[in-house]
C-alpha cells in the first residue's frame, strides 16, 4: 500500500508509539484487502464499549493506549455501554465492580477525546455525516444505515480498526469505499405490507439469510413509516448476514446511480416473514419487553406516548437523546418505562435478571439468545404495549 512521507514516518514511530500502533493496523487491513492508499475520513464511530462484552482485556487495552497519549484526530462517537451510567442501581442487574470497571472504560475513551455518546444510532443528533463523504464506523446496524439511507462510505470497522481510523484520521481504501462495490447484487420484490418495525426485522433476516450481498428492494406493498423504520431491516441484515449496504427503490439516494448487476431475483410474500415470526416465538410468557434496537429516534419516542407498558418495558436510548430531549422522557418514565440510556439489553447482562424476552426488533431476537441466554419473542409493538388512556401531547 502506498504510504505518504509523514505516514511512513507515523508508521516508524516517529510520532509516538500510540500513532505507530493505529498506523500498524490500518496498514496490516490495508494490505489484506488489497488497498491502493488511506484516504482521509470526517468521522469514525466506535464499538467495544461494554464490559461484558470486551472484558478486563478490553479494558486493560484501552487504558494502556491511553496512557501513551493517544488523541484522535476526527468527530468521534462512542456505541452502547453495558449500562446506564446514571441509573445502573435502578436497573437491578449491575454489581459495583461492573460498574467502577465499565466507568474506566468510558474514561480511557473519553481521555482520547471520543465523545460518550453511548449510542447506536450517532446519526440522529452527534455524528451525522454527509453524502458522499469517507468515515469509519463499527457497529453494523449504523454502517448499513451510514452507507446506505445516508450514502456516506464505511465499511463494517471492528472495535480497533475504527479507533485506529480514529486516531490516525484516516481508513484504508478498500470495499464500500470504493463505487464498484455499492452496486446492488440481487434484486429483492417485497409482495407485502410493511407496517411495523417488527415487519421490517423479519424481512431483514429472511433476506439476509439468502446471502445476499447489496440488496436492492422495490418496495411492492405498503411501507409504514419507512424513513423511520429502515433502520431495523438494514440491523436485521447486518445482524444474520454481513450485509453493510443496500438500495431501496425511489428511496435510498444511490438507488439509480449505479447499473446494477443482478445475479438474482428473490421474491418475498407474507407467508415467508410469518415463518420468521412462528420461529422466534418462545412458548414461555415474557418478563421483559424490549424497545430500541437500534436506539429509539425522537419520532418513536413521541409515538410511545399513545401507549403504556404491561409489563417491564425497557426502551433504549443514547445520551445524546436523552440529553435533548429530557421532557419527553421523563414523561415517559412516568408513565411506567424504563428508560434505559446509554446501553441496550443486548449489550447489558440482563441474563442476571430475565429469561424471556419479547422485541419489536430483528436484530435484537438474533442476539439475545446467544449474548444474553433469552428466549426470545418477535412480535409487533401494539401487541408489546397497551393503549393509553392518557393524553398522548
Ligand atoms: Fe444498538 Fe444494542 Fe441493538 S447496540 S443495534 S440496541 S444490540
Known amino acids: ?8 514516518k507515523a508508521l516508524e514511530g516517529e510520532f509516538g508509539e500510540a500513532l505507530e500502533k493505529a498506523m500498524r493496523i490500518l496498514v496490516a487491513i490495508g494490505e489484506v484487502y488489497g488497498a491502493e492508499r488511506l484516504i482521509k475520513i470526517s468521522s469514525a464511530h466506535i464499538s467495544g464499549v461494554s464490559y461484558k462484552t470486551i472484558g478486563d482485556a478490553g479494558l486493560d487495552f484501552l487504558q494502556d493506549l491511553a496512557s501513551l497519549g493517544a488523541k484522535v484526530r476526527v468527530k468521534t462517537t462512542l456505541n452502547p455501554c453495558g449500562m446506564d451510567p446514571i441509573k445502573w442501581r435502578s436497573l437491578g442487574i449491575i454489581d459495583e465492580d461492573f460498574a467502577k470497571k465499565q466507568m474506566k472504560i468510558i474514561e480511557s475513551y473519553t481521555h482520547m477525546g471520543v465523545e460518550p455518546t453511548l449510542t447506536c444510532t450517532p446519526y440522529y443528533i452527534s455524528n451525522v455525516p454527509k453524502y458522499g463523504e469517507d468515515i469509519a464506523w463499527a457497529e453494523s446496524s449504523a454502517v448499513i444505515y451510514a452507507n446506505s439511507v445516508i450514502g456516506a462510505k464505511t465499511n463494517r470497522e471492528g472495535a480497533p480498526s475504527a479507533l485506529a481510523a480514529a486516531i490516525v484520521g484516516k481508513t484504508p481504501m478498500y470495499g464500500y469505499h470504493l463505487e464498484e462495490n455499492r452496486i446492488g ?3 429483492i420484490i417485497v409482495k407485502m405490507d410493511l407496517e411495523d418495525p417488527a415487519d421490517y426485522g423479519a424481512l431483514g433476516i429472511y433476506v439476509a439469510r439468502m446471502n445476499v450481498k447489496v440488496p436492492y428492494f422495490v418496495l411492492d406493498g405498503k411501507a409504514l413509516n419507512l424513513s423511520i423504520y429502515v433502520k431495523y431491516l438494514g440491523a436485521a441484515l447486518a445482524a444474520e448476514g454481513s450485509v453493510a449496504m443496500m438500495h431501496i427503490e425511489g428511496f435510498t439516494p444511490e ?3 449505479y447499473k446494477h448487476e443482478f445475479s438474482d431475483k428473490i421474491i418475498v410474500e407474507k407467508d415467508d416473514i410469518k415463518e420468521i ?3 422466534k416465538s418462545c ?3 415474557e418478563d421483559l419487553i424490549a424497545l430500541g434496537c437500534p436506539h429509539l429516534s425522537v419520532e418513536e419516542l413521541r409515538g410511545l406516548l399513545k401507549y403504556r407498558p404491561k409489563r417491564t418495558t425497557w426502551i433504549s436510548i443514547g445520551m445524546d437523546m ?5 421532557d419527553l422522557i421523563n414523561e415517559l418514565e412516568r408513565r411506567g418505562y424504563i428508560i434505559a440510556k446509554g446501553t441496550c439489553f443486548v449489550v447489558s447482562p440482563i441474563e442476571r435478571k430475565f429469561k424471556v424476552t419479547a422485541t419489536n426488533s430483528g436484530k435484537a431476537s438474533k442476539y439475545l439468545p446467544s449474548f444474553c441466554k433469552q428466549c426470545v419473542i418477535l412480535r409487533r409493538t401494539k401487541d408489546l404495549l397497551v393503549i393509553s388512556d392518557e393524553n398522548s401531547c
Not at 436523552?322 to 429530557?326: F, L, N, Q
Open 1 to 8: 500500500m502506498y504510504l505518504t512521507n509523514e505516514e511512513e
Open 185 to 187: 447484487t440481487e434484486k
Open 255 to 257: 438507488w439509480n446511480k
Open 277 to 279: 415470526f412462528e420461529e
Open 283 to 285: 412458548e414461555d410468557e
Open 322 to 326: 436523552y440529553k435533548a430531549h429530557k
